[in-house]
């Protein structure tokens, strides 16, 4: 296990700096007309893999070994490199500056300190000095968390102002509430409703599709859906999704209902977060390309990380399942309406 979680680390630094490095590219290459399709593009890509993967994984295991569903993925990354090296080569591979930015180093530092504060959100349930010790060490990594992540992101990010700092902030809290509410929902149909694994799994399926098809629709309207519009109705769809399924949990309701609601989910995130990877890149000049990108996969990762911390939290605090998966999707629930509350404000407001 310990060198499972080190190769997850390594894979992680990897996943951050080729997430930075596609959008930059997408910036140099192509125009911003193409950009919508560009990222629903890249929406696809990360879909479907995720419904023929597990699959193909589960193959692979049965048939061979565990180990070789590993090699395979290392494997696929041979012929990437090769369709990807022509196109780098025509890129300026120099800084706008001509050289690495004084502060980079200092970045690093803020970032892992975040990691560290994260981590310690995530322990905090099992500190038992005193009776209040959880609650006041959990509010002090998030304080600490917040903190540092002030210097990875546009100034005025925390504070939700318009522009750039509110799509990198949207597109945290939409994350956070997407995947903080999706991990839960197949432990609930198998807790609660008796569904098989896999079956419970395949449930999320449909989410996964209208992710993708919501992600090509917006693609294709281009600025006849306007990146203000695509953005709240996409946030009040994963709300409305989360609280189906709060519903379904509180009041013991089909479990269908929260299986269709969370298609609604995916499709308000095939709308959204297209739509804020194109607004990331409009709103960056060439000298804060790489930046700006850095802080929207930054705003994916620690609101991600913060939101399953929290609900792992809220989950062990209670002792009925009922309450555990209520609590769960109620909070999920409240940072959705976080990002709706500040959806709107992605645009700048309108002269006059």
């Known amino acids: 296990m310990p060198l499972l979680v080190a190769g997850r680390l390594v894979q992680g630094l990897g996943g951050g700096a080729l997430t930075v490095a596609l959008y930059v590219v997408v910036a ?4 911003a007309v193409l950009h919508p399709g560009i990222f629903a593009a890249f929406s696809a890509a990360w879909v479907i893999p995720s419904l023929v993967g ?9 048939l061979l070994s565990w180990h070789w569903v590993f090699l395979g993925v290392v494997g696929l990354v041979v012929p990437a490199v090769v369709m990807i090296v022509p196109v780098l080569r025509g890129l300026d591979r120099r800084s706008p500056d001509g050289d690495v930015p004084p502060w980079a180093v ?3 530092g803020w970032a892992g300190l975040a990691a560290l504060a994260v981590l310690g959100l995530n322990l905090s349930a099992g500190v038992t000095l005193f009776p209040a010790a959880p609650a006041v060490l959990a509010a002090a990594a998030v304080v600490v968390a ?3 992540v002030r210097p990875l992101v546009p100034g005025g990010t925390l504070l939700a102002r318009r522009g750039l700092p509110s799509v990198i ?4 809290l939409a994350g956070a509430a997407f995947f903080g509410a ?3 929902l197949p432990y609930l149909l198998i807790e609660e409703y008796a569904f098989p694994p896999t079956f419970a799994g395949l449930t999320l399926t449909g989410g996964a599709l209208a992710w993708a098809g919501a992600a090509a629709i917006q693609g294709r309207l281009g600025a006849r859906l306007t990146h203000r519009a695509a953005v709240w109705t996409g946030a009040v769809l994963v709300l409305g999704a989360i609280l189906l399924a709060l519903v379904t949990t509180a009041l013991h309701w089909p479990a269908a209902v929260a299986i269709a609601g969370w298609i609604f989910a995916g499709g308000g995130m095939g709308l959204l977060y297209p739509r804020l990877s194109v607004m990331t890149l409009a709103l960056s000049s060439k000298e804060n390309e790489g930046f700006n990108s850095s802080a929207m996969s930054i705003s994916d990762s620690l609101g991600g990380a913060l939101a399953l911390a929290a609900t792992g939290i809220v989950f062990a605090a209670f002792t009925t399942t009922a309450a555990q998966f209520s609590g769960v999707f109620a909070l999920t629930a409240v940072i959705a309406v976080a990002a709706v509350a500040i959806a709107p404000r992605v645009a700048e407001r309108a002269p006059g």
Do not use: M, S
């Open 106 to 108: 200092g970045r690093l």
């Open 54 to 62: 597990p699959f193909a994984a589960g193959i692979v295991a049965q």
């Open 182 to 184: 999706e991990v839960y």
């Open 146 to 148: 917040l903190l540092a």
């Open 28 to 31: 140099r290459v192509y125009p």
């Open 169 to 172: 902030l949207t597109r945290g």
